[in-house]
């Protein structure tokens, strides 16, 4: 009887530390997915610290997700998120589009560094509508890839730097917050669902695009020039921005800007959204 006992403890420690092994394999996989899949999504390394999933309960936690800088600019990074909450509809776990219910995001720092001839936040932009355009083996790659339907992406207390280069010389900061950024529908264009660079290419898309319009409005218009793409052209459904008590629309709060700020700046928005408007436009080739 004593030796059965001691059988049965000695299964149920294994099962324990097989499961364990198993919970840290699964979290360190996850990881190593969303830095690569990142990474391919926007054209520059993406890193992420640490991510804990939660498959019984259908939620997971990350924190530290870092967008490095494109190359030729001082800060190591571009984009910092500090945590992130993620909610999956359990019933849909075993289904061919797995359902998150929520991403919720807190935390965004996004260091903005313009230099003679450009910035980094349009060599990003560049680089992202290089890694979405589809090449000839897109199709066949894709072939078989997880896809996930996502109802509402929440990112809050977005703080942005911005360091700007006035004409004679200098330099001269500009900071400001974004109280909450919120998409819902992030699908709505992709009915076969969105694999997994596409949700982290409108997550940050989305926060870009945010950035962009309200630099539109608060600095000069050389910072803007030739980002290349209309905010409005961005495929964003019920995309908000708040500041403060104010909501609006993506995309809603440039066109008095341009209508009041003169020539130089129109023409230096005419073309926002080019360089991003693949992320949330057409679909990819299933």
């Known amino acids: 009887m004593k030796i059965l006992l001691r059988i049965a403890i000695a299964v149920f420690v294994l099962v324990i530390a097989a499961v364990l092994v198993a919970l840290l394999l699964l979290d360190s996989t996850a990881r190593r997915l969303v830095e690569s899949e990142g990474s391919k999504a926007v054209g520059v390394a993406v890193t992420l610290d640490s991510i804990s999933i939660k498959p019984l309960a259908g939620k997971a936690t990350i924190n530290g997700l870092a967008v490095a ?10 984009l910092l998120l500090g945590h992130g909450d993620l909610e999956v509809k359990l019933g849909s776990l075993l289904s061919e589009q797995p359902e ?13 560094e313009q230099k003679v001839g450009g910035s980094n936040l349009k060599d990003l932009l560049a680089g992202m509508e290089s890694a979405s355009k589809p090449s000839d083996s897109t199709g066949a790659s894709e072939s078989g890839q997880q896809r996930f339907k996502v109802e509402v992406l929440s990112i809050r207390d977005i703080k942005v730097v911005a360091q700007i280069l006035p004409v004679g010389g200098g330099s001269t900061d500009l900071s400001f917050t974004i109280d909450e950024i919120e998409v819902e529908n992030l699908d709505e264009q992709n009915a076969s669902g969105l694999l ?17 319009e309200q630099l539109a409005i608060k600095a000069p218009g050389e910072l803007i020039a030739g980002l290349g793409s209309a905010i409005d052209s961005l495929d964003l459904p019920g995309a908000t921005v708040k500041i403060g008590d104010t909501v609006v629309g993506v995309g809603e709060g440039v066109g008095g800007v341009i209508e009041g700020a003169g020539q130089a700046v129109e023409e230096g928005l005419e073309g926002i959204g080019k360089g991003v408007g693949g992320l949330f436009g057409g679909n990819k080739q299933d």
Not at 72 to 78: L, Q, S, T
Not at 101 to 107: A, F, H, Q, Y
């Open 100 to 112: 998150i219910s929520k991403i919720d995001l807190d935390g965004v720092s996004v260091n903005i």
């Open 69 to 78: 800088n494109p190359a030729g600019y001082r800060a190591k990074e571009i």
């Open 196 to 212: 997994l660079d596409d949700v982290i290419g409108k997550v940050i898309g989305a926060i870009l695009a945010a950035v962009v």
